[in-house]
């Protein structure tokens, strides 16, 4: 219990450049006030005491503005910053290490029954005024900016904005392990072939040139075509 008490001190301690004490976090951030009440709302939940464990969520709603169901299961170190007009539905499933700033949503769009509202990954931000809809997963690392409406499953490490929301940046690429050593490059030989076809053309337009200008003004001294009546002939030739 005083575990996951210090980590919802913690959470606030870390993230917050507001803060200055654990006290002023204890006493006066409506966020972890309504966390703390929440862990408590969702044992009587768990527990079948649905009546004391409303009675909870609806007594913290009119404290601190934020209104999370008890049935929503939320991992350690939840952090709500500002806290008011936070709404987190009854099968949110929440990770780790997560950050909702006023007026985040966490809801069902209305159609789906069942597992109704999303689920978030760990270490989650979830900007102000943001709408998170339905039982979609934003992965792990994942940002949404403020005044985001996410309808769809966000990947890990992704950011998404705007409405409806869109990924502006993608998970950091990490450079695959290639094990196929018989398919190695070979930049030199890549060189090599690209100056031959650079020749080849250079090759070709001079003896368009040469063809045009007769062998009197071709700067080719040594052309076998000199001895065989030049360039054009060697061309009908072929
Ligand atoms: C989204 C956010 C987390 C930044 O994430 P990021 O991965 O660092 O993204 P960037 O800042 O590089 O922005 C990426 C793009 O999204 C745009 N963008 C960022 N936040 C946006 C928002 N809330 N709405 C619409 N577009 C936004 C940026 O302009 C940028 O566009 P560009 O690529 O065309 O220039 C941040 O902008 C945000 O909204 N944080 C919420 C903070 C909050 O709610 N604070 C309340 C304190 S009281």
Known sequence: MFDTLKRDLDAVLKRDPAVHSRAEVFFCYPGFKAVRRHRRAHKAYLKGRYFLARWISSRTKK???????????????LFIDHGAGVVIGETTIIGNN????QGVTLGGTGKDTGKR?????NDVVVGAGAKVLGPITLG?????GAGAIVLKDVPDQCTVVGNPGRIV????KRPEIDLNHGDLPDPMLDKMQQLY????????VLTEHAIKVGCAGCPVEDCPGRENGGCQSAAEAQ
Not at 98 to 101: E, I, K, M, S
Not at 140 to 144: G, T, Y
Not at 197 to 204: D, F, N, P, T, Y
Request: net charge positive; no cysteine.
């Open 63 to 77: 404290k601190t503005g934020i209104e999370i169901h008890p049935g929503a299961t939320i991992g350690e170190g």
């Open 169 to 172: 940046r993608g998970p950091a």
């Open 140 to 144: 792990n690392h994942v940002k949404v």
């Open 117 to 121: 509202h999303p689920t978030l990954g």
């Open 197 to 204: 076809k650079r020749l080849s053309q250079l090759e070709k």
């Open 98 to 101: 997560v950050t909702l700033y």
